[in-house]
């Protein structure tokens, strides 16, 4: 499975952006997908995951309410939908996609349970 990030760029705080991952490959034997981010001297951490075929999802606490995950099935494309952006969500964006199965979904806000990462995209918040 191959992945692509795109749709970063620079916003204001308060302001929108989208984000995709598009998947190609042997995408059939994706089984859930998700979004992290690492910020300049920081970790990567856990934002957004939806599981492929039933579209359930989990957000990290300092995205809920303002950001949207989810996925376009025919496409084998996943899109984060960011609102209310503020500062410290200046990251780059990575995505990814887990073809092993998890026992529990929640099991994907963790990366090492994913398989594949794209490249990802930066997010630049200005205040």
């Known amino acids: 499975v191959q992945l692509q990030a795109s749709g970063g760029g620079l916003v204001q705080a308060g302001g929108s952006l989208s984000v995709s991952c598009a998947a190609s490959?042997?995408?059939?034997?994706?089984?859930?997908m998700g979004w992290f981010r690492q910020a300049p001297g920081k970790e990567r951490e856990f934002v957004a995951t939806i599981t492929w075929v039933l579209g359930s999802t989990y957000y990290a606490d300092s995205v809920k309410g303002r950001f949207t995950i989810s996925r376009d099935y025919a496409k084998s494309t996943m899109y984060l939908q960011m609102n209310n952006l503020k500062p410290e969500d200046t990251a780059v964006y990575y995505c990814?996609?887990?073809?092993?199965?998890?026992?529990?979904?929640?099991?994907?806000?963790?990366?090492?349970?994913?398989?594949?990462w794209g490249q990802g995209t930066l997010v630049t918040v200005s205040s």
């Open positions: 990814g996609a887990d073809v092993r199965g998890q026992s529990h979904s929640y099991s994907l806000t963790s990366s090492p349970n994913y398989d594949y």
């Open positions: 490959g042997r995408t059939f034997s994706m089984r859930g």
